[in-house]
């Protein structure tokens, strides 16, 4: 008898978490419970075959549960994950909340699955979506030379601010098509004032026919929190407290997927043709390097997808033990919902 | 007495070439010519109020002619620059044809101004639009600092590709909105047949709602041709032959300006606040790095200007003498036509 709970099963990666519970061919669990806000209880949803009614987060609905993901904002996986716990569950959570937090592990299965057994508060984290879309990649490699500095640039997908975000991108697209703007300073911002959108965007700037370098809230030294949950992430689950990284986080016209342009040293020496090979051999890999055939990662190609993508593998020409690469991940699969899950059948399993 | 003529006068470039000649309060020249293929031959253009025939390129059509500045095809510019020389004109060249050539300066005027005097072979060289977005902030830097590492990731406009490239983006762009995709892999590029789009895009992959990690011709070792342009260029324009250089070029759905993600590491100590008056001090940079009042650079805000504009810039925390700022640069102005004709100006005027 075991019983999983989704907490914010009604919310885009919620939705996800059920798409990739459906998908699996068999599971675990002899109970699924859908949890959200009260405002949403009632529902029913579909999960395998079978109608769920949705029950309003209460420290009873947590009764009987065994583990519990949370895809709630930071605050309320602040004040319900510890609830859950106290009422016998292992909370698998992917909000900021506890990600830094020296007591909770931070796991990426195929990185430090181990790490997700010792968890004195009973809870375990999700990293952010930025730094799970690269890890898969940075792992393998990490095993076999040793990463050692970390530079990096991100290309944002919308939906890192939920259906918010990508309800904003898609009216943005409508605003500015056909149009022929995107040639005349201000000319984007004024078709999505005239479509009349709000001048109160989630993404501070326009996003159609536009990229915007700053994600997330501003920390000290000009760094965003976006920026830094990528650094002291990293740094964690790979267990490399001294990694230096820098990292510079900007959103893209693009639905959903992030994509990352990778610089990343070693101790050891790397080579193409290794680091290919051990990507290949990941089964949360997907290889995608042929750049004469024009095979290598976009996006618009990975949505959807579970495996990270990886391509454009170059040895740096002017840096030893370097390579350079571009890393393409669903942000609501790998980097949200799936890694999750897979957290919990790791529990479940071991 | 002294004339300038325009080779290409018809293009994308061209174009704003004339523009910018238009803008000005006051021009050196006695004479315009517009030179362009016999196709468009017998055009009228309007340049600072008086109409001027296009004439067709040939031997002949550079008598007289002091400066001419060439915006065509690399072929083009290696069989007809060489002429306009023989015929006593200095040629200020846009194309990759000599940029690396060792008896042609390759020129940034406020970066080496003083190199457009030595050129054995009568030829001026204008860099790649990606390495000018951001020569005049890295000069400006490396001045103070003295420059040792570079990595950049770039986020590329379809106007790199041309004309073709912006009206194939925008003809995307309008063949996607109010589809709602972009959540499915693949519905991108469904989209975008079903408007009937050809197949072969100049971007070798769907650019709206989406970023393609490839720009360029592919080189050796996995490179692409504009990732080397980047490095080499970068080395010749600061005259550090050993600068050391990891790029990643990326192609994104915007219709013109480019911005690039910089990770650079001086020789000296820095901090952030002297290089915001280093950049401030700079007639050629607008320095917007307020991130609180949500103020930092965005192609949008920069498209159809003259500067470059800088911003996000902070202090490594984990690289000593690093910075990493976000810069942008319209790449058809400063990224083309408007440092072409620059190098014009400092010819004529030293």
């Given amino acids: 008898m075991t019983t999983l709970a989704i907490v914010g099963a009604t919310g885009a990666v919620g939705s996800v978490m059920i798409d990739i519970i459906d998908a699996r061919e068999t599971v675990p669990w002899t109970e699924i419970r859908l949890i959200a806000s009260p405002r949403s209880a009632g529902r029913r949803l579909r999960v395998r075959g079978e109608e769920i009614e949705v029950v309003a987060l209460s420290p009873e609905a ?44 931070l796991v990426v299965p195929e990185v430090n699955a181990d790490q997700a057994h010792e968890r004195p508060k009973g809870i375990v984290s999700n990293p952010n979506c930025t730094t799970l879309s690269m890890m898969a990649a940075l792992g393998a490699l990490h095993r076999a030379y040793g990463l050692r500095e970390l530079v990096v640039a991100s290309y944002q997908a919308a939906s890192g601010a939920g259906q918010e975000g990508i309800d904003r991108l898609q009216q943005e697209i409508a605003a500015v098509a056909g149009k022929g703007v995107g040639n005349r300073r201000g000319d984007v911002a004024e078709a999505i004032a005239s479509a009349g959108l709000s001048e109160d965007s989630p993404f501070n700037a326009p996003l159609a026919l536009n990229v915007v370098p700053f994600a997330g809230s501003l920390r000290d030294g000009g760094w965003t929190s976006e920026e830094l949950k990528v650094r002291n992430e990293s740094r964690k689950i790979l267990g490399l407290p001294d990694l230096k990284v820098s990292a510079t986080c900007v959103r893209v016209p693009v639905v959903t997927t992030h994509s990352i342009a990778v610089h990343a040293t070693f101790d050891g020496e790397v080579d193409v043709a290794t680091a290919q090979q051990l990507f290949a051999a990941q089964p949360s890999i997907v290889l995608l390097d042929e750049p004469e055939a024009k095979r290598f990662p976009t996006p618009a190609d990975v949505v959807g997808e579970d495996p990270t993508y990886v391509g454009r593998i170059r040895q740096a020409l002017d840096f030893p033990n370097t390579l350079d690469f571009f890393v393409c991940g669903d942000n609501l699969r790998k980097g949200a919902a799936l890694n999750t899950y897979e957290i919990a059948e790791e529990l479940v399993r071991n």
């Fill in 62 to 105: 947590f009764d009987g549960v065994d583990i519990a993901m949370f895809d709630v904002p930071d605050a309320v996986s602040a004040e319900w994950a510890p609830v859950a716990v106290s009422r016998g569950a292992i909370a698998v959570d992917n909000s900021g909340a506890f990600r830094m937090d020296p007591e909770v592990p």
